[in-house]
């Protein structure tokens, strides 16, 4: 092989095959799929192979070459249909059509009904939030399941795992090896409440000793994945699986405004805009502190109102938080550093809304309110408003503002 080209142009990509066992049972449930490149090249290493890809402007062709190949070896496997595969599937390629030459057996996967879950790290929201969700609802419909991968080795997984709503929660194998680490802990308690509220699986990579089980044991994990119980490898043919890994309910379609998903189940209150602003200057307030940053998205209605003093308390908390965005007519893509924009038509019915949402590890709070459309001065416009600290609501409310959200550039 001359160059990454050729290793892509010829599909040369192989796959191996790591065991995922269900701890307290010892049984196997299924592999995760691990692609590697031509052996002895320069591009054997995952790392080094996506790397050139991403160099040479052909990292989702890549991504689709490795998941059809490793779709090709379990189709050849002749599995057992009760065990579970995990995928994995590069941020830049969500949403994107597959080469034509690979469609074959991307669709024998799907029609032979394998139990697949499509592992995603947190860098796919922050990219792209409206091809995110919208490619999760379509592998929900085909009955894939979802992972987050890697969660805890960067703080901006926490805050948006709820985005993702995972069917499995991968702890990164740097937590079993620093289970006093104050961080640790932080990752460990958010990853339980997301699985004690919805039933996720939490599954702990890297385990490689007896003390790493035990770790990952206390930590809440019930699968397990690791030189302990398997090298990667070829796949054994005519395998049966020992368990079985249970995927999750889908979250609620997103498609109503944060004021009409909040206000149909809370009490709605009439005031003006001045008697609103120190509560919208609170939820702000939250965004910006504490160690795990929180997600902030907020509605303004028109771009007047994203005052420079607005922009600049949003680019600051955008310094630190794994996404912060501004919604309103006139805003453009990027109306502060780090914030992301989306404008708004007249029409919209966004428009009239003015909204800021908080969601993070351990908080979640929204305002939500509609103007009343009164032409009076702007200090006592009229708004009906609603506050929730309901992390469920506002997680919905949260989930359907990523919809006017568009991809940022992939930058080459």
């Known amino acids: 092989m001359k160059d990454i080209h050729q290793v892509i142009d010829r599909r040369a990509v192989t796959t191996v095959f790591q065991p995922l066992v269900d701890i307290k049972a010892g049984g196997v449930l299924g592999y995760e799929a691990?692609?590697?490149?031509?052996?002895?090249?320069?591009?054997?290493?995952?790392?080094?192979?996506?790397?050139?890809?991403?160099e040479a402007g052909r990292e989702v062709e890549l991504d689709w070459v490795c998941r059809a190949q490793a779709f090709r070896h379990i189709l050849a496997a002749a599995p057992d249909p009760a065990l579970t595969w995990f995928v994995n599937m590069?941020?830049?390629?969500?949403?994107?059509?597959?080469?034509?030459?690979?469609?074959?057996?991307i669709d024998q996967a799907t029609s032979r009904r394998l139990r697949v879950?499509?592992?995603?790290?947190?860098?796919?929201?922050?990219?792209?939030?409206?091809?995110?969700?919208?490619?999760?609802?379509?592998?929900?419909e085909g009955r894939w399941g979802v992972a987050l991968d890697d969660v805890g080795a960067d703080p901006a997984s926490l805050a948006l795992m709820?985005?993702?709503?995972?069917?499995?929660?991968?702890?990164?194998?740097?937590?079993?090896?620093?289970?006093?680490?104050?961080?640790?802990?932080r990752v460990v308690a958010a990853v339980a409440a997301y699985a004690e509220a919805t039933g996720a699986v939490v599954l702990a990579e890297g385990i490689e000793t007896i003390q790493h089980l035990a770790t990952a044991r206390a930590m809440g994990a019930t699968v397990g994945q690791g030189r302990h119980y398997g090298w990667p490898g070829s796949l054994p043919r005519g395998r049966r699986a020992q368990a079985r890994l249970p995927l999750i309910e889908s979250p609620r379609p997103a498609d109503r405004t944060p004021f009409e998903i909040v206000s149909r189940v809370r009490p709605v209150?009439?005031?003006?805009?001045?008697?609103?602003?120190?509560?919208?200057?609170?939820l702000e307030a939250l965004a910006g502190s504490g160690p795990e940053p929180p997600v902030l998205l907020a509605c303004f209605q028109d771009a007047r109102h994203f005052s420079a003093a607005t922009a600049e308390r949003f680019a600051r908390i955008a310094g630190h938080s794994p996404l912060v965005a501004a919604l309103g007519a006139g805003l453009s893509e990027q109306p502060a550093p780090g914030v992301r924009g989306a404008g708004l038509a007249e029409d919209d019915p966004l428009h009239g809304e003015w909204n800021v949402i908080v969601v993070g590890p351990h908080r979640a709070a929204?305002?939500?309110?509609?103007?009343?459309g009164e032409n009076t001065k702007d200090g006592e416009r009229q708004f009906d408003f609603a506050l929730t600290h309901d992390r469920e609501l506002v997680v919905e409310a949260?989930?359907?503002?990523?919809?006017?959200?568009?991809?940022?550039?992939?930058?080459v």
């Not at 990219?127 to 929900?140: C, E, H, M, W, Y």
């Not at 949260?398 to 930058?411: D, F, G, H, I, Y």
């Open 34 to 54: 691990l692609s590697r490149g031509p052996a002895g090249t320069p591009w054997e290493a995952p790392i080094d192979l996506f790397a050139a890809a991403r």
């Open 398 to 411: 949260a989930r359907s503002l990523l919809r006017w959200l568009t991809a940022v550039p992939v930058q």
């Open 269 to 282: 209150t009439r005031t003006t805009k001045s008697l609103l602003m120190p509560m919208s200057r609170h």
């Open 366 to 372: 929204a305002l939500v309110a509609r103007d009343v």
């Open 90 to 105: 590069e941020p830049v390629a969500v949403g994107s059509a597959g080469p034509p030459d690979l469609a074959d057996i």
């Open 162 to 185: 709820p985005f993702v709503h995972p069917d499995v929660v991968k702890l990164d194998m740097q937590l079993l090896r620093a289970p006093d680490d104050p961080h640790t802990a």
């Open 117 to 140: 879950v499509t592992e995603l790290t947190e860098r796919a929201l922050a990219r792209d939030p409206s091809g995110l969700l919208g490619a999760t609802a379509k592998l929900r």
